[in-house]
């Protein structure tokens, strides 16, 4: 089974990186698009004030 | 555009073919005839004028009955047209709108999250993957209107309770 331990980053600076994040926050501001080839555009956008952010994993119940 | 080359080009085929004014007043409807759509205004103005005209009381200008079919046809068309380009340009607009709208942080996508007490929280996170599904925690808090970071917490919890765990697929 894999292990899944929580760790915080509080610290300024400290970044994420994954394939699906999960957010929330007061405000979301929507940056801009990056235009890279058709199909692979980059959308940049900022969370304020209480954010909470998770590298989202799938979840399934336990086989027993 | 398809459509607007096609009215131009019945506008065209009208000035071409127009046949004599005879041939037009008799093809016009009868104006006491129950139709169960509405005579159009302009056609009532071009019989009546048409037989005013022959009667040589004509009230309408200087117009000749054939010059005011022309012209009517022509304004109707011209109408029709510009009605065209309209109901693009609003279909466009309408295309534009709900693009910009889907974007917008609407009233359909506010969800008022449960206050429910964290044992029920969790029975019914322990319960949805109970059904065997594979959810993330998004999907979590979204099916049940729970908070993330709760959600979140309580998976912890659960994993290591070991009930449940990160899907094979992962």
């Known amino acids: 089974m ?7 980053h509080r610290n300024i600076g400290d970044a994420l990186r994954g394939e699906k994040i999960a957010v929330k926050a007061e405000k979301i501001r929507m940056g801009n698009v990056q235009a890279g080839s058709s199909h692979h555009q980059i959308q940049t956008l900022t969370l304020e004030d209480k954010v909470f952010c998770i590298i989202e994993i799938p979840l399934a119940a336990s086989r027993k | 555009m398809q459509q607007i080359k096609t009215d131009a080009a019945a506008l065209a085929q009208v000035r071409r073919q127009m046949r004599s004014i005879e041939e037009i007043a008799q093809d016009l409807p ?8 509405p005579i159009p205004k302009y056609v009532i103005e071009v019989k009546s004028h048409f037989f005013n005209w022959k009667a040589g009381a004509s009230e309408l200008g200087t117009y000749s009955p054939y ?11 011209e109408l029709r047209l510009e009605n065209r380009k309209l109901a693009t340009i609003a279909a466009k607009l309408d295309k534009r709108m709900n693009i ?5 942080p609407g009233e359909e996508n506010v969800v008022v999250l449960r206050e429910i007490t964290r044992e029920e929280a969790k029975a019914e996170i322990a319960n949805l993957f109970s059904e065997g ?9 979204t099916k049940l209107r729970l908070d993330l970071e709760l959600v ?14 990160v899907a094979d697929s992962a």
């Open chain 2, 152 to 165: 979140v917490d309580i998976c912890n919890e659960l994993m290591s309770e070991g009930e449940i765990s």
């Open chain 2, 30 to 37: 009868e104006l006491s005839s129950s139709e169960t759509l």
């Open chain 2, 100 to 104: 910009l709208e889907s974007k917008l």
């Open chain 2, 133 to 141: 599904q594979t959810l993330y925690y998004s999907d979590i808090a």
């Open chain 1, 2 to 8: 894999k292990s899944a331990l929580l760790i915080v």
């Open chain 2, 67 to 77: 010059e005011t079919i022309i012209r009517i046809m022509q304004e109707n068309a």
